[in-house]
């Protein structure tokens, strides 16, 4: 069964610092790897998507693959309170399907 | 860009209905939608592969008789939610896909059976 694995924190960060926000999969043919965000009663919104070894950056945020591990993260600096929101790592095993991870909750203090 | 728009955001019905929930691509075609269903707290679980002109290929677990997906053209999805109980209250929501821009989402629809 495909997995993808993300810690459900909270994880609580002060505001300026830097949020690191881990994830795992089971599947080593997987090609394309997703963070969205997702505030509550919202649905979710892409921030950043990777598909080579590496750091990809956008901005606040960097995304790190690395295949070899089955490992993928989502670096925020300068964190902010409208960061705060449920980051989903999601994982495109097959075809056009997308699985996600169960989310980790950021949580910025002032 | 890539939108998809999901109506209605919020709909109540009496158990034992239909409801009806619509995902329209706006600005491209896409010839596979992904319907997911949310429960409080929890991640998005893929219910089902919406193919436009075929049948729809559901997730383990997954009633197709119960949850009906028509795909008729390349840019609307249905899902109808049949015999609806309070069990099936939740947040749905459909995707796709357009290459550059990744998998959008549309804005979700809460359905709440009483």
């Known amino acids: 069964q495909k997995e993808v694995e993300q810690n459900s924190g909270p994880l609580s960060v002060p505001e300026g610092a830097i949020a690191s926000l881990n994830c795992t999969y089971s599947d080593r043919v997987s090609q394309s790897f997703f963070w969205y965000r997702q505030y509550s009663g919202k649905s979710p919104e892409l921030i950043m998507s990777i598909y080579s070894n590496g750091d990809k950056e956008d901005g606040r945020f960097t995304a790190q693959l690395n295949k070899a591990s089955q490992y993928v993260s989502l670096l925020i600096r300068d964190s902010q309170p409208s960061d705060s929101a449920t980051y989903l790592c999601a994982v495109n095993f097959s075809a056009s399907k997308i699985i996600f991870g169960s989310g980790t909750r950021l949580s910025i203090r002032p | 860009g890539a939108v998809v728009s999901q109506h209605p955001s919020r709909v109540i019905c009496k158990s034992g209905t239909s409801v009806k929930i619509e995902c329209r691509s706006l600005?491209?075609?896409?010839?596979?939608m992904f319907w997911y269903r949310q429960f409080p707290k929890q991640s998005l679980m893929l219910m089902a592969t919406s193919n436009e002109g075929s049948k729809a290929t559901y997730e383990q677990g997954v009633e197709k008789d119960k949850f009906l997906i028509n795909h008729a053209s390349l840019t609307l999805s249905t899902l109808t939610v049949t015999s609806a109980h309070p069990e099936d209250s939740s947040f749905y929501i459909c995707?796709?896909?357009?290459?550059?821009?990744?998998?959008?989402f549309g804005s979700g629809t809460r359905l709440t059976v009483v």
């Open positions: 600005d491209f075609q896409a010839t596979t």
């Open positions: 995707s796709a896909n357009r290459d550059e821009y990744g998998y959008t």
